[in-house]
């Protein structure tokens, strides 16, 4: 059975970062061990969340681990939050790593042009360092602009977003795939870039207009998990955004709160017939 390490946050209610990695990539056949790097009561969009930080722990588990024999086929890293927790994480890497060891990057750290609340001004510098490491980085936009320097815009064409991966796979990873790209209003998706070959891919989905929390969680553990069960990278992509876009409308169907996040479970016969079918 193929393992995978992931390292992110766990938010216990409204379901993103592990809360959806763990069980997707579970159900796609793949042993998941976790390392969080805090527990939060809710995720970010609801006030008042409570948060505890595990920073101290990580590395410590990890070598806990190691002293037991553990290794894994992948490692998958999603939010982190501090400058600290990335060093911290480069160091598990390390650890693990060796060169079979696939290592996806999804540098969770900002949107719509600017970076969350919280992360500090140097942050993207050092996710840039993360992601130089990568086998496949995995940015959206605005994550690519802050650690490339390259001027966000929001309108922009496909050759803006080429330069976008350009710079990326530029640092060091050997593949970037920018997302949240749309050139068409009513469409959305990616585009990846190949360093070793410059052979680029994209795909789109027909927009649904409405957003939730853990849609990009969504598609990277979908995709992360595709890479391991040994889909080739276009066909891996294709079925995390195929998914992913069923997933919400799936969601927008019902009348939760879209705070309460995406349906995932329901629409995960989806996800295994799309990997059958491929």
């Known amino acids: 059975m193929k393992r995978i390490l992931t390292i992110q946050d766990i938010s216990c209610f409204g379901k993103c970062s592990t809360t959806i990695a763990l069980p997707v990539l579970s159900a796609m056949g793949i042993e998941t061990t976790v390392l969080p790097t805090a527990i939060l009561s809710t995720h970010t969009m609801f006030p008042d969340y409570i948060k505890m930080d595990l920073t101290d722990t990580i590395l410590s588990f990890a070598k806990q681990w190691k002293d037991n024999g553990a290794a894994f086929d992948a490692i998958y890293t999603g939010y982190l ?8 994480v480069m160091n598990v890497i390390d650890l ?29 510098a050092h996710c840039s360092e993360l992601c130089r490491a990568a086998d496949y980085a995995v940015p959206n936009i605005t994550e690519a602009c802050l650690m490339t320097g390259m001027e966000y815009k929001e309108k922009y064409d496909e050759s803006y977003i080429s330069e976008l991966a350009q ?21 959305i998706g990616y585009q990846g870039m190949s360093r070793k070959s410059g052979q680029a891919f994209s795909y789109q989905n027909k927009k649904i207009d409405i957003s939730y929390h853990g849609t990009g969680d969504l598609f990277s553990a979908a995709a992360a998990g595709a890479l391991v069960c040994g889909k080739r990278p276009e066909l891996a992509f294709r079925i995390a955004a195929d998914y992913t876009a069923e997933t919400i409308r799936v969601t927008k169907e019902d009348s939760d709160d879209p705070r309460f996040g995406i349906h995932f479970e329901s629409s995960i016969p989806n996800l295994l017939e799309m990997m059958g079918k491929a």
């Open 96 to 124: 693990f790593r060796d060169k079979d060891t696939l290592l996806f990057v999804d540098p969770v750290f900002g949107d719509h042009g600017r970076a969350y609340a919280g992360i500090s001004e140097d942050y993207g």
């Open 167 to 187: 710079r990326v796979c530029a640092m060091g990873a050997a593949n970037a795939i920018v997302t949240g790209v749309s050139y068409s209003g009513g469409t």
């Open 81 to 88: 939050g501090t400058v600290k927790d990335i060093e911290l």
